[in-house]
């Protein structure tokens, strides 16, 4: 087992020790006092505890993870045969440079240093040690057993093999990485998150308009999971405040020096802007709109400009980077396509008069886009590209295995645990046509992007940002969009495989009830959960759920909108198999390398009659069969097929 030192038992450091284990790392967790350790053993033995009772992990994994776990007080014995230590002490500049003066007296030559600094300088640190080219930033979330992103940051003599060390670490332990290129204080997100925040609360304190009225027009009619106001509360005010002096991003506004100084710091103490000794804070829905949004979203673009000018990271790293590490439904850049990006220079000339903010000053880059008429999506072009196929998919990837003749369609909304927004419905349909016209490809596999989730269903904070999304009126369009996409996957002349690997609730149950094959991950719960809101199932649940289950057990299932284990999916036949998370992919390509083995006219055809041939009386159903039995009949491939039978050997089905 390779094994890591974890410096810190804190919320980070604990949450980055758990996700190491579970990943089958030997993982040294040390600490300067007993108290720490045995806290962050308490939370690490909840959450195992936790996920054997959900299911999710069997009791034999749990003390397996636990037994990888091991707590000292003594930094020799962490850091000594450690492969990478991952220090996440209290954000402290000269605390983390006195713990790696002390690391780097037992660790081997070889060993790579990592700091989990949120936005302190790696270059600095690292100054400290005898091995800056084995020195770089690991930017964990909190919670780190929930959020994707890790953000890896180069430090000026940071090498190539350390940042490549870096990257295929987080990706071991199932986390998403992104490269930071350069040391830039706050690096992507917390220098876009930092200043959208104090920019808002700024606006709060000169009356441009009510706490409410920012909040309610960003989390309402931009699909924001918070409003900047109590998403600082959240966080927390002192943080903020001190993020905001250390980074120099932007000024501290006087209202929220005054919370600081009444010791009114948010969530924490129970009231910093809101009140939230009775629980989060109700927005009103009707203040939306009220505000100019464009006074926190064009700074928020300008700075993702600055980092792709400075070479920091490219628009798709810094949207992914934010979207990931802040739930918003699209990154800055995206934003800044869809407003204009003329629009927002114009807003920022005007808010830099108002404010004389640096943050403000639009960036050459932007200046540059809008004097060649790169606009964004209105003009064609702008941080993306929206001529042409390599603009038609931002929500979903396609990988092709030309080897074998598979291709998977990954939902690629990790942030949003791949619920299915109208985007993404259009983008699925879009790639099932150039699909099936690719010869090449012989079997579709259906998957989400991260372990956690396949599809968490129709995205409801896509339906809160437009309300009226749901109303009767609406609605039936609403069902029809989902159903004739899902149809055309039913439809689709090759066999199409569900691999469900986390959680399938919802619209995303019901796209993998229109797949010929559900492999499930016992990682992973399955459902049709409409029922719990007050909807049904809108886009062919309540028929194929019944086909496939029988009518009292799909009644069951949908009424109750009951989740339920893979084991128990498969127990009643709503999986073709469970199969444990370790063996989940083997089990998955090996069918979809059965079925491309197989002739693809023949599939095509069987797949119809079947399909179409079900519910019909069987003397219907028979004279479809031989209608499609006489076109297998007719094709190279049987022929192929009854010569390889008599030769004794593999046939080699070419499609025609």
Not at 96 to 102: A, C, D, L, R
Not at 156 to 184: H, L, Q, R, W
Not at 479 to 486: C, D, H, L, P, T
Not at 637 to 648: I, Q, T
Request: charged share 30%; aromatic share 8%.
């Amino acid at each position: 087992m390779k094994k890591i030192a974890v410096l810190g038992a804190g919320a980070m450091g604990h949450g980055i020790a758990y996700v190491s284990a579970m990943a089958g790392y030997e993982v040294w967790v040390r600490d300067i006092d007993q108290k720490f350790l045995d806290k962050a053993l308490a939370n690490i033995q909840k959450m195992l505890e936790k996920a054997v009772t959900k299911g999710k992990m069997k009791e034999e994994k749990a003390k397996e993870v636990l037994g990888r776990l091991h707590f000292t007080l003594d930094m020799k014995e962490a850091v000594e045969g450690a492969e990478l230590v991952i220090e996440a002490v209290p954000e402290i500049l000269d605390l983390k440079k006195k713990v790696f003066e002390e690391v780097q007296q037992h660790a081997s030559p070889e060993c790579i240093f990592a700091t989990n600094t949120s936005g302190l300088s790696i270059t600095e640190i690292a100054g400290v040690t005898d091995r800056p080219e084995k020195f770089m930033g690991l930017h964990f979330f909190n919670p780190v057993p929930v959020m994707q992103l890790v953000e890896v940051i180069r430090g000026e003599k940071t090498a190539d093999s350390t940042i490549e060390y870096g990257v295929n670490f987080v990706k071991s332990i199932g986390k998403t990485p992104v490269v930071v290129k350069k040391d830039v204080e706050g690096f992507i997100v917390n220098r876009c998150l930092v200043p959208y925040l104090a920019l808002a609360i700024d606006d709060v304190g000169r009356g441009v308009a009510t706490k409410e009225e920012i909040d309610a027009t960003m989390k309402f009619t931009y699909a924001f999971p918070m409003g900047p106001i109590e998403l600082g509360d959240f966080v927390g005010l002192d943080i903020l405040y001190y993020g905001g002096e250390q980074w120099s991003l932007v000024p501290n506004a006087d209202i929220l020096k005054e919370r600081i100084e009444k010791k009114e710091l948010g969530m924490k103490t129970g009231k910093g802007f809101y009140d939230w000794s009775k629980g989060r804070p109700e927005i009103p829905k009707e203040l939306a709109g009220k505000y100019d949004a464009l006074r926190l979203i064009a700074p928020m673009v300008n700075i993702a400009a600055g980092l792709i000018e400075m070479g920091v990271a490219s628009a798709e790293e810094v949207d992914l980077a934010m979207k990931l590490g802040t739930n918003m439904p699209k990154g800055p850049c995206e934003l800044g396509d869809e407003a204009g990006l003329d629009v927002v220079v114009k807003k920022l000339e005007e808010l830099y008069e108002e404010k004389k903010l640096d943050v403000l000053k639009p960036v050459e880059l932007l200046k540059k886009m809008v004097s060649e008429g790169k606009l964004g999506k209105k003009s064609g072009e702008g941080f993306y590209n929206y001529r042409g196929e390599e603009a038609a998919f931002k929500n979903l990837i396609i990988e092709k295995d030309e080897e074998n003749r598979i291709a998977k369609i990954v939902l690629n909304r990790p942030h949003r645990l791949n619920a299915l927004s109208f985007e993404l419905l259009d983008e699925i349909e879009l790639a099932l046509k150039k699909l099936a016209k690719d010869d090449d490809v012989r079997v579709v596999i259906f998957t989400g992007a991260g372990d956690k989730s396949f599809s968490a269903g129709f995205d409801l904070q896509e339906a809160l940002a437009d309300p009226s999304t749901l109303k009767p009126a609406n609605s039936a369009m609403v069902s029809a969009r989902g159903q004739e996409v899902f149809t055309a996957i039913e439809k689709f002349p090759k066999p199409v495989i569900a691999a469900i690997n986390g959680y399938a609730f919802g619209g995303g149950c019901e796209l993998t009830l229109a797949c010929d094959f559900r492999i499930m991950s016992r990682a992973g719960k399955i459902g049709l959960t409409e029922a719990a809101i007050g909807l049904i199932p809108g886009w062919g649940g309540t028929q194929r759920m019944a086909k496939l289950v029988g009518m009292a057990k799909a009644k069951e299932l949908i009424l109750l909108a009951k989740r339920i284990t893979a084991d128990e999916a498969e127990a009643i036949g709503l999986v073709n198999k469970s199969v444990d998370p370790d063996n989940f992919w083997d089990e998955v390509m090996s069918l979809a390398k059965a079925l491309a083995e197989m002739p693809p006219i023949t599939l095509r055809v069987a797949k119809y009659a079947i399909n179409y041939g079900y519910e019909l009386p069987v003397e219907a159903g028979q004279a479809i069969e031989a209608a499609y039995f006489g076109i297998a009949t007719s094709t190279e491939d049987v022929m192929e097929g009854v010569r390889a039978f008599f030769e004794r050997r593999k046939p080699e089905f070419k499609g025609r």
